[in-house]
């Protein structure tokens, strides 16, 4: 079978999952769009560095910090600073409630803010102290307290598609999903909130869909093997140009698990599957046919169903109307391409084109991927009549390190960027 439209990942307010609609090769029942929200951490004592030691009073120099003494309506995203001597440095900061609970939070790794853990409370006052260091040593100390607006009526709606404790492909990338999405002014903004850490270390950058419903974080390569990704979106109150407010933070830790690569050649008809590296399995394919070709690029897992339905009886064209049991589903476009059993055609597997843009196999050789792959293995497809649409999928591997880097709202590094905090 072949590819049909998407229906898209719908993304709920306070929801902790969502489904995407199958509307490709095939039709609904589909499941898999992955979102969570982490849960926001209890409150405990914690400064974002060190102070200096023991320094004589009189050479403690007035701080400014943000916010300001007495600021009213900050936003609960709002981050600790104070205004330091070119040079100078944060070393230390303590936020309280009015009922004397420390804050939890870090220092960013920059310097240049204080971060709390979690959202502040809306409506409630704040106690901040600053400690620094100026560029000849004197220590610098300043204290303000604060208050949080009310909650805002108009909020957006936002996504993370990734679990805790579960493991994915080396190619899944950090999704976050916007709606409406974000207004290209505020992405720089939005974009600072948004952290990524992975153990061991890699630097990796975010990229922007142009319509900024979604932004990709990745590495310059797949990640490395058993890479543990921690995620936070800290989108929870920040205010944006067109008046709205991000609505929650959301948190993942996820693992990476071995390296599982399909690599289709469209000339030979086959898919050679690599693991860790290593050629496991060759098998013959059927692709698109001229009329409804398959896309050529790396694509990523986003989806398996071991069962489903492909209905295409909405489709404009009579000749792709169909509906169709479907067994060994693994989607790779949000247009509706698969991986999937294709029984009617075996016999052209290997020697043709016949399908609506899917990746046909066997019954067996589809049963043996699916038992295999996980959400977020890589599979390219090489040699079609079509190239593969930035954002038809997660795209964020069908660009080249230099290319993917151009789609982030802050300057990268050319090795990319490390963690925030």
């Known amino acids: 079978m072949g590819m049909f439209a998407r229906t898209g990942a ?7 999952t969502a489904s995407v609609a199958l509307a490709g090769c095939g039709s609904d029942g589909g499941k898999q769009a992955e979102f969570v929200q982490g849960p926001t951490p209890a409150p405990s004592s914690s400064v974002g560095g060190v102070s200096g030691g023991p320094v004589d009073s009189a050479s403690v120099v007035d701080l400014t910090v943000s916010p300001a003494d007495k600021a009213k309506d ?39 803010s204080w971060v709390p853990a979690a959202p502040l409370k809306y409506g409630a006052k704040y106690t901040a102290t600053v400690v620094g260091t100026g560029p000849g040593g004197e220590r610098h100390e300043g204290t303000s307290s604060f208050t949080t607006m009310a909650k805002p009526s108009s909020m957006i709606t936002s996504g993370l598609y990734l679990f805790d404790d579960k493991s994915y492909g080396v190619a899944m990338p950090v999704v976050a999903e916007f709606h409406p999405g974000i207004p290209k002014k505020d992405r720089a903004a939005v974009q600072k909130r948004m952290f990524v850490k ?12 142009s319509n900024g419903t979604q932004a990709y974080y990745r590495a310059p390569e797949y990640w490395k093997p058993e890479t543990t990704i921690e995620v936070r979106i800290a989108l929870a109150g920040i205010p ?23 690599k289709v050649d469209n000339a030979s008809k086959k898919m050679t599957v690599y693991e860790n590296g290593q050629v496991v399995k060759t098998m013959p394919v059927s692709l698109g046919k001229k009329s409804t070709p398959s896309s050529s690029g790396t694509m990523v897992v986003m989806e398996k169903q071991a069962a489903t339905v492909f209905d295409t009886t ?31 055609s075996v016999q052209h597997q290997g020697q043709r084109n016949v399908s609506h843009g899917c990746v046909n196999v066997s019954t067996e050789n589809a049963k043996w991927l699916f038992e295999r792959t996980r959400v977020g293995d890589p599979i390219t497809i090489t040699g079609t009549e079509r ?10 591997w069908n660009l080249d390190w230099a290319e993917f880097k151009k789609g982030s709202a802050l300057p990268v590094p050319e090795e990319g960027a490390g963690p925030a905090v």
């Open 10 to 16: 719908r993304v709920g307010v306070l929801v902790l």
């Open 74 to 112: 900050r936003p609960v995203s709002t981050e600790i600073s104070g205004k330091l001597p070119e040079g100078g440095k944060l070393t230390e900061v303590s936020l309280t409630t009015a009922g004397g609970d420390q804050v939890k939070g870090s220092l960013r790794t920059d310097g240049s």
């Open 198 to 209: 992975t153990d061991p270390p890699q630097p990796g950058a975010w990229h922007w869909v």
């Open 240 to 262: 944006l140009s067109n008046g709205r407010y991000g609505n929650v933070d959301r948190k993942a830790t996820a693992k990476i698990g071995r390296s599982f690569e399909m």
């Open 314 to 344: 909405d489709d404009p064209n009579p000749e792709n109307r169909y509906v169709t049991d479907i067994e060994f589903a693994q989607r790779i476009t949000w247009g509706g391409e698969y991986i999937h059993a294709a029984p009617w």
């Open 387 to 396: 190239k593969l649409a930035a954002g038809n999928g997660w795209t964020a």
